[in-house]
C-alpha cells in the first residue's frame, strides 16, 4: 500500500486515482503525525510525504521514520531549492518532486522505487564458517581460513582438509581421504594424497602456522591437530 501525506486535496486527490488506475492500492492521510502509527501498523509499500504538512515539516516526519523503518519515501516539496532537496536525500529519502507536477510522472517514480525494493539483493547472511582451533570452514562456498587468511586451495586440497577439518584428531586412512575427492586407481592413490597433503602444508606454513597442523601417521594415514 501507498501512503500518500498531502494536505491538498487538489494534488492528493488526482494522485490517489492515478496510482489507482495503475492497479497501486494507496491511501491518503492530511496531518504528519499519523503517518508514524500508519507505518508502524504494517503494509506501508512506499510513503508519498509532502514537506510543508499543516502540523509540521515532512523532514521531521521523515527523521522519525528513519528510526525504526526503510519504507521508501518521495518528498513532494514547492520549493525547488537545492537545500530542500539535499536536506531530504541527507534524511534518507529515496527521492522528490517538485511542485507542480504530473501524477503520472510521479507514479512512474513510484513504481520505479518499488521495483529497486523488490530488485535489492538480501542482506548477506554472515558466512557460516565453522571454527575449529584456527582454521574455519565454509562449506557452502568451500572456502577454509586460517587465522583470518582465506587459503588459496585446489579442489583436491579444499577436500582433503576439509575431510580432516570434519573429524579433527580422527586418523583417516590415504583411502579414505581419496574416496572423499576423487577417481584414481589405488597404485597412485597414496602418492596424489601424499603430494597434496604437502602442498596443503606448505600453503599453512606461508599463511603463518607455526607447527605442523596435519599430522602423519605412519602406515595409517593423516590427522589434524584437534
Ligand atoms: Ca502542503
Known amino acids: 500500500m501507498i501512503l500518500i501525506v498531502e494536505d491538498e486535496l487538489a494534488i492528493a486527490e488526482p494522485l490517489q486515482y492515478a496510482l489507482r488506475a495503475e492497479g497501486l492500492v494507496n491511501e491518503h492521510c492530511v496531518l504528519g503525525r499519523q503517518v508514524v502509527p500508519r507505518v508502524r501498523a504494517g503494509g506501508v509499500a512506499l510513503v508519498v510525504l509532502d514537506v510543508g504538512l499543516p502540523d509540521g515539516s515532512g ?21 525547488a531549492d537545492v537545500v530542500d532537496r539535499v536536506l531530504g536525500l541527507e534524511l534518507g529519502a529515496d527521492d522528490y518532486m517538485c511542485k507542480p507536477f504530473s501524477p503520472r510522472e510521479l507514479v512512474a517514480r513510484v513504481r520505479a522505487r518499488l521495483r529497486r525494493t523488490h530488485a535489492a539483493p538480501p542482506t ?10 584456527e582454521l574455519a570452514i565454509d562449506l557452502e562456498g568451500h ?7 582465506i587459503l588459496d ?15 579433527p584428531g580422527a586418523i ?11 577417481d584414481s586407481d589405488a597404485d597412485s592413490a597414496d602418492r596424489t594424497v601424499d603430494t597434496h597433503i604437502k602442498t ?5 606454513r606461508s599463511a603463518g602456522a607455526d607447527k605442523e597442523l596435519i599430522r602423519t601417521h605412519r602406515g595409517l594415514g593423516y590427522a589434524l591437530e584437534p
Do not use: H, N
Request: proline content about 6%.
Open 59 to 79: 523532514f521531521d516526519v521523515c527523521r522519525e521514520l528513519r528510526t525504526f523503518s526503510d519504507v521508501p519515501v518521495i518528498f513532494l516539496t514547492a520549493r
Open 124 to 133: 548477506p547472511a554472515p558466512a557460516p564458517w565453522t571454527v575449529r582451533g
Open 143 to 149: 572456502r577454509i581460513r586460517f587465522r583470518e587468511q
Open 153 to 167: 586451495l585446489t579442489r583436491y586440497e579444499y577436500t582433503l582438509l576439509a575431510a580432516l577439518l570434519a573429524r
Open 172 to 182: 583417516l586412512s590415504r583411502a579414505q581421504l581419496m574416496a572423499r575427492g576423487w
Open 200 to 204: 596443503l602444508r606448505a600453503k599453512l
